[in-house]
């Protein structure tokens, strides 16, 4: 079962106009450990807002801060570590099996999310007492 400690802060390259037309980045298929099955986004998100408040069975996800800034907060139910995500050629890749909360968006974020499953609402745990127990009998004992 997944901890924190293995999400991963993942590089898209940047190809950067030698005219100072501007940057354009690319994700191909080898940059993400897994095949994307569905892209969504989030946008026009208040700044008090939480969004996320789940964890996922089986689901991959790899967010992407197209424009301005949010706090992703990860939880593997023993530990936390908060990640912000500011830059749009810097993406957090999030294994399956972890709570995540995002939080903290500025005005105009736009969060895009590339994830390893079709939308199955059997896949979320929305409920945190359901996480611990998931963690739980999941666990090696
Ligand atoms: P939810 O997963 O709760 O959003 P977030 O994690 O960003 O706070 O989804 C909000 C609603 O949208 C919920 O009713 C499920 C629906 N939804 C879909 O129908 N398809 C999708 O691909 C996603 C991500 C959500």
């Not at 986004?41 to 996922?56: E, K, M, Q, T």
């Not at 301005?68 to 908060?82: A, Q, R």
Request: aromatic share 10%.
């Amino acid at each position: 079962m997944h901890t924190i400690n293995d999400h991963r802060l993942i590089d898209i390259p940047k190809i950067v106009a030698d005219d100072g037309r501007g940057n354009l980045s690319v994700i191909e298929k080898d940059l993400i450990p897994y095949e994307i099955k569905r892209v969504y986004y989030l946008y026009d998100v208040p700044s008090d807002s939480i969004r996320g408040g789940h964890a996922h069975k089986e689901l991959q996800q790899f967010l992407i801060p197209l424009s301005g800034s949010f706090d992703v907060v990860l939880d593997d139910g023993d530990h936390k570590v908060t990640i912000t995500l500011n830059r749009p050629f810097k993406g957090l890749y999030i294994p399956n099996g972890l709570w995540r909360e995002l939080e903290n968006f500025s005005a105009g974020a736009v969060c895009l999310s590339l994830v390893s499953e079709v939308y199955m609402e059997s896949d979320y745990i929305r409920n945190y007492k359901d996480f611990k127990l998931f963690k739980a009998s999941n666990s090696p004992t």
